[in-house]
Every structure is written in structure tokens, then in C-alpha cells.
């Protein structure tokens, strides 16, 4: 039988990208699409995009775009929180890890071996869109070498998440953004700290 920890256990593998940022005060207060209580709790910290491409899951494959502005102050710790975030699946929605996610639909476009171009739509209008580059060698990666505690809120209750996996990473750089303000955060404003291009990963969530 089942531990309660296993049932709620997802894994997913597939491959995607992380771009790190950090945000300046007046973009999280006006950008963000952070409640007044979000805007109250918010530590700084890093930020990031990431977009990821799940080939396999529980719920079959999707794609997914998440927004993460930075800390907060939560049940006293001080956590990472996804503020806007869409999927391609009505199902793996239902799941609702790290919180709940907006449907849309995602185009991936292979420009060479090393490029692709990622479009986000909703309702056929544009939402995101990016044309990223991947450069260096591929290096084993572990989730133990970038951790982050990471919760979401569901039906107003705090739910903290563990998360590990492993895969082969190299670096990333956007050679072209387009965002939609009013869908999504004008990342296209700052430029990443860093870029990572996972281009295999396999990964496990669970409420802890």
C-alpha cells in the first residue's frame, strides 16, 4: 500500500529552460500580478522564468510557462511562489502543483540544433513568446545543487512542496523575447542573470 507522500507524488520527465532574474522594486509592486497580501509578504530574492516541456507525466505530455518574482514571508520561512503560470493541459491544470495555472496553447519551433523559438497563445492572441540559444557543454545537474523551498495557496491554505530530480543541463541566452504585459510579466525589461537549458531532466513533486 501506499504512503500518503507516494500517492501524491508526481514525476514528470521531459526538457526546458530556467532563466534567473532579479526584479527591482517598482516592476514587483505594478508587474506581477501579486495580491496586496503578496505585495506585503515579498522578501526579493532571485526570480525566474521557466518554461518546461514535459514529455512524459501523469498526465501525458504539456508544456508549461511559469512566472516566480521572488520570496516571501510565509508561516514564518521565507518561500518561492509562482504568480502567473499557464499550461497546454486541461488535465495536468487539475493538478495544480505550485498552484493553479491558466490554459493555453504552446508552439515549439526547432530553428537549428543549438535554437528554438517557444510561442505562448491564449484565444489565438499572443502572450510569449522566445527564441532561445543554448551554447556550452552538457553537465549532469541535480536539483540538491539549486534547491528553493517552493509553496503554493490552495483554497487559502499554504502548501509547501518538495521536489528532487536529475538530468544534463547547458547555458542559455535569449536571442529574442516577446511578452504581452497585460498576460504575463515584461521579463523582455531585464536581462537574465543566467540561463539554463535542460535538455533532459526527469523530476518528482510532492506536498510535504
Known amino acids: 500500500m501506499k504512503t500518503a507522500m507516494e500517492a501524491n507524488k508526481q514525476v514528470k520527465e521531459g526538457n526546458g529552460y530556467i532563466f534567473a532574474y532579479y526584479f527591482d522594486e517598482e516592476f514587483i509592486e505594478k ?3 501579486l495580491s496586496k497580501e503578496q505585495k506585503k509578504n515579498f522578501k526579493g530574492g532571485f526570480g525566474a522564468v521557466i518554461f518546461a516541456n514535459y514529455t ?3 498526465a501525458g505530455p504539456y508544456q508549461e510557462l511559469l512566472f516566480i518574482p521572488g520570496k516571501f514571508a510565509i508561516d514564518g520561512d521565507e518561500s518561492y511562489m509562482v504568480s502567473k503560470a499557464y499550461c497546454s493541459s486541461a488535465t495536468a491544470m ?5 498552484g493553479k495555472k491558466e490554459l493555453a496553447d504552446f508552439k515549439i519551433e526547432k530553428v537549428d540544433d543549438k535554437t528554438e523559438t517557444i510561442v505562448v497563445t491564449r484565444d489565438g492572441k499572443p502572450i510569449f513568446r522566445i527564441e532561445v540559444q543554448s ?19 490552495e483554497d487559502g491554505k499554504v502548501v509547501k512542496w518538495d521536489y528532487n530530480g536529475s538530468g544534463t543541463a547547458s547555458f542559455a541566452k535569449i536571442e529574442a523575447i ?10 523582455a525589461l531585464f536581462s537574465p542573470l543566467v540561463g539554463i537549458h535542460f535538455e533532459k531532466f526527469n523530476i518528482d513533486y510532492s506536498k510535504k
Open 56 to 58: 512524459n507525466s501523469s
Open 178 to 187: 516577446g511578452v504581452r504585459p497585460a498576460k504575463f510579466p515584461d521579463v
Open 31 to 33: 508587474d506581477c500580478f
Open 135 to 153: 551554447w556550452g557543454f552538457n553537465i549532469p545537474m541535480t536539483s540538491d545543487m539549486v534547491k528553493f523551498p517552493l509553496v503554493s495557496v
Open 94 to 98: 487539475e493538478q495544480q502543483v505550485f
